[in-house]
């Protein structure tokens, strides 16, 4: 029960930061300046955040299940290396991809609103949650860790918040608040501590720690 909790936690935290600033709720935000704020809306947003989220933990996990061979009960070599330094060697790859885009700062192409249907913000949306950091952290970490529907619950929760945040406040106010050093500086750590995550798995991996 404790450790259930605690990647549900881990999961939450993973979402919320990394989602914080980024396309999704830029794009939220502008729509509730262009349309107000409807609940339909939040309703879609929160709907395609559970979707991707969930998609990607499960993702994750099938191939952390298939790299590992967990069903024959035995590791899978592929020459000399191991299925599971593998595992974390593709891992710290991602993970450095993530980080990159928490650095990089989100253009402001992404507040263009695609068009007033729910169904296609639908298609938007996902289209730009599925490869974004918080649904890329935990393709990872579901795929080392497992339990996919406890960490995919927890991020979808706490991409959720980021994007009520963006719904509630509105682009204006975000913006003003994403170019301030306080929810930049806050994606910049997390790309760091995701940095150091990667360099870790690498360590792991190579036999060095």
């Known amino acids: 029960m404790a450790s259930t909790i605690w990647l549900a936690l881990l999961g939450f935290a993973m979402g919320l930061c990394t989602s914080l600033g980024g396309r999704d709720q830029r794009l939220v935000s502008a729509l509730r300046d262009s349309f107000g704020a409807s609940l339909p809306l939040l309703l879609t947003a929160w709907f395609c955040a559970f979707v991707s989220t969930c998609v990607m933990a499960w993702a994750g996990h099938s191939l952390g299940i298939a790299l590992i061979g967990l069903e024959q009960g035995e590791a899978v070599l592929f020459g000399t290396v191991t299925a599971v330094a593998l595992q974390l060697l593709f891992g710290a790859i991602v993970l450095l991809g993530t980080a990159v885009q928490l650095f990089w700062p989100v253009s402001s192409d992404a507040l263009r609103e695609p068009t007033r249907s729910l169904g296609a913000l639908s298609i ?80 792991i991996a190579l036999g060095l720690a």
Do not use: K, Y
């Not at 974004?132 to 918040?161: H, K």
């Not at 945040?165 to 930049?184: A, D, Q, T």
């Open 124 to 203: 938007v949306l996902v289209l730009r949650q599925i490869f974004d950091p918080p649904r890329l952290t935990i393709f990872i970490v579901a795929m080392v860790l497992g339990a996919p529907l406890i960490l995919g619950f927890g991020c979808a929760i706490g991409a959720c918040a980021v994007l009520f945040i963006g719904w509630h406040r509105g682009n204006l106010s975000l913006h003003r608040l994403r170019e301030g050093r306080l929810v930049r500086g806050l994606r910049m750590a997390v790309g760091a501590v995701i940095v150091i995550m990667a360099a870790r798995f690498v360590i």
